[in-house]
Structures are given as structure tokens and as C-alpha cells.
């Protein structure tokens, strides 16, 4: 996947003098905590895009039951979302630090928000530090809403 059309769409934004705001995750059984972290995402800049991991990714991060949706189902479900400017799959190649590092050097959002469970939040916190890209948990985790729960239920 090229990032150039992603990152030609942000300079445009910042040309404008836009704060973009990105948020990344698996987005697989949309849900009320979903909406809930991308509106507050939304709510900290004028444009939100959102990053989806890809089925690939999703299978290795929560087991091979998963993802529920393909990402062009998820893809599609984010894009209808109010609050999204711009939605995309992540790359491929996504798993090790050197991979988000050029990610986000070539994106280099305003912010990236994230919910108070991100995983490697400490990391991603100084990395985005030393980019020069803000990293603000918009919101926090409520353990009594996931997919993964909500999935469990449905067994």
C-alpha cells in the first residue's frame, strides 16, 4: 500500500491550517465504546483519519477466530462514521518499532489519539515525542464493552 495519496491529502490539510488527528486500531464489531473513542478523537482537530489493521495483523494480534469482519467490511463501517474524514488499511509490514516510526514520519499527523489501553502506550508516547506528534489518550477504557466480550457472550 502507498501512503503518498494519504500524505499528499494531509499536507493539503495542514496547508489549510487543519490539525489532523489519527487514530489506529482493529475496529472489527463496531460498538458503542468505538464511536465513543472517535468522536472524542475527532472532538481534539478538524480532521480525524483513521488507520484499520489489517485481517493479516488481526489474526496474529487476537487469534485466527478473528477478524469477524474483513477490513473492506470494516473499512466500509468506518468511512459511514460522521466523525471519519478519511479512513485506510494500515501497512502490511506494521509489527516492528521501525515500521511505525516511518509510518509516522511519513503521515506526521497533529495528534494521535489513542484510548487509555493502547497497547505500548509508553512507547508510542516517546516516539511520537521525538517526532514532533502530540499523543493524547482521548479516551478511557471501559472494560465491560469489547468485541472480544461481546463475541463471548454470543458462544
Sequence with gaps: MSLQPLVQQLAIWHSQGLKVVLATGV???LHLEHLR???KAKAAGDKLIVGLE???RVRRIKGSHRPVNSAKI???QLRALAAVDLAFVLPQQFSRQE???NFMTALKPDLYAVSSHTAHLANKRLICRRLGITCRVVHRFNPTVSTSLL???LS
Aim: net charge negative.
Design 99 to 101: 515500521d511505525w516510526i
Design 37 to 39: 473513542f472517535l468522536t
Design 54 to 56: 489489517t485481517d493479516a
Design 27 to 29: 475496529f472489527d464489531l
Design 74 to 76: 470494516r473499512l466500509e
Design 151 to 153: 463475541l463471548r457472550s
